[in-house]
């Protein structure tokens, strides 16, 4: 039974910083494409980084420049760093893992997905 787990969210001011972890679990993903995506409250889940197998990264264009997604295949754990924090970026945000090396940002694109982790950024 294939697992995403989050953690790392929490409460954080402005400008702050927040490590996000993803661990997967069931099976490997170092073939795989995997990203993350948030929700907001009142909003729909949009995508906001995704690593291909083949190391290639890319961004949503609100967080570009202050979140950096990393992974680790030995760990089959993905990373999102987050620095400079903003009131908007407040969100549930998920994990998701696909069955092919590429992704893109719509989430019908991804087979598996975690249960999410809340962020707070008060202002």
């Known amino acids: 039974q294939v697992q995403l787990v989050e953690s790392g969210g929490g409460f954080v001011q402005a400008g702050g910083s927040l490590r996000l972890s993803c661990a997967a679990s069931?099976?490997?993903?170092?073939?795989?494409?995997m990203g993350w995506f948030r929700q907001a409250p009142g909003k729909e889940r949009e995508f906001v980084a995704i690593?291909?197998?083949?190391?290639?990264?890319y961004y949503a264009d609100s967080v570009k420049g202050r979140f950096t997604i990393s992974r680790d295949n030995a760990k089959n754990t993905v990373f999102l760093q987050m620095n400079s924090l903003k009131p908007e970026d407040t969100a549930v945000y998920y994990c998701?893992?696909?069955?092919?090396?590429?992704?893109?940002?719509?989430?019908?694109?991804?087979?598996?997905w975690g249960q999410g982790t809340q962020v707070t950024v008060s202002s």
């Open positions: 690593y291909w197998s083949g190391g290639r990264t």
């Open positions: 998701a893992a696909t069955e092919r090396g590429f992704g893109g940002r719509r989430m019908n694109e991804y087979d598996y």
């Open positions: 069931g099976r490997t993903f170092s073939n795989n494409a």
